[in-house]
């Protein structure tokens, strides 16, 4: 069974620029959450989306937005970049949205803001 | 804001040496997961902890789950080089946290096997 697969693997942007990340997720699985890691902050919660609709947000800019189509792929979108965006993008799939379900992580997307 | 603190943030140890890692919260989780993270790729589930005082052995590492939910140990026996990279600890639904999947990650330990 292929697993989560995110899109583009590499990115570099200027700021001001907007981005838009893919993610599949694996066939069959329902939810998918995104998460930024970096450094300084460590891995932090971006978003949850289940059957298309947003089931939790976490405490980021207006400037971070996602959606989740019907074949639940998802894509988040970043506007107005600035320097402290650049991080590794991080998107998991799971089933359904339940505390403890596993969550199978995708390999990240790295996005650098000069 | 719930919190998630493991240390040590950094540990280099040699081949058949021991090692534990902590992963200290005030908050309660429903449930706690330790997950492994190489170079270049996302984090793989090692293990999910539920219930408070549950040990989980998964071959030379042991997990435990504090009696009050708060906090977890990851042991690791005879370590090898290809224990090598970064544990992460993530709690899941809160006290009160309802009907999502959101992870709450610890600050994480880097670890390096030298052989």
């Known amino acids: 069974k292929a697993g989560v697969t995110q899109t583009p693997r590499y990115l570099i942007k200027t700021r001001g620029q907007q981005v838009t990340l893919s993610c599949s997720p694996i066939?069959?699985?329902?939810?998918v959450s995104w998460y930024q890691q970096t450094p300084g902050q460590g891995l932090q919660f971006l978003f949850e989306?289940?059957?298309?609709?947003?089931?939790n947000k976490g405490n980021f800019p207006g400037r971070f937005s996602g959606r989740q189509f019907s074949n639940s792929r998802s894509e988040m979108n970043v506007s107005t970049l600035e320097l402290g965006d650049s991080a590794l993008y991080l998107c998991?799939?799971?089933?359904?949205?339940?505390?403890?379900?596993?969550?199978?992580f995708g390999p990240g997307t790295r996005l650098t803001v000069l | 804001t719930q919190l998630l603190e493991q240390s040590p943030q950094f540990l280099s140890i040699q081949e058949g040496e021991n090692l534990t890692v902590y992963c200290n919260s005030s908050?309660?989780?429903?449930?706690l997961q330790w997950y492994r993270q190489e170079p270049g790729e996302g984090p793989v589930l090692l293990v999910t902890?539920?219930?408070?005082?549950e040990v989980k052995k998964l071959k030379r590492l042991t997990f435990q789950f504090g009696d009050a939910r708060k906090d977890s140990s990851l042991h690791i026996t005879a370590a090898q080089p290809g224990d090598t990279g970064l544990y992460l600890c993530?709690?899941?639904?809160?006290?009160?946290?309802?009907?999502?999947?959101?992870?709450?990650f610890g600050t994480g330990t880097l670890l390096a096997v030298q052989p």
């Open positions: 993530a709690g899941a639904g809160g006290l009160y946290g309802g009907a999502t999947n959101k992870l709450i």
């Open positions: 998991a799939s799971s089933l359904v949205h339940l505390p403890g379900d596993e969550q199978f």
């Open positions: 908050s309660v989780f429903s449930s």
């Open positions: 066939s069959g699985h329902r939810s």
């Open positions: 902890v539920v219930t408070g005082g």
């Open positions: 989306y289940f059957s298309e609709t947003q089931r």
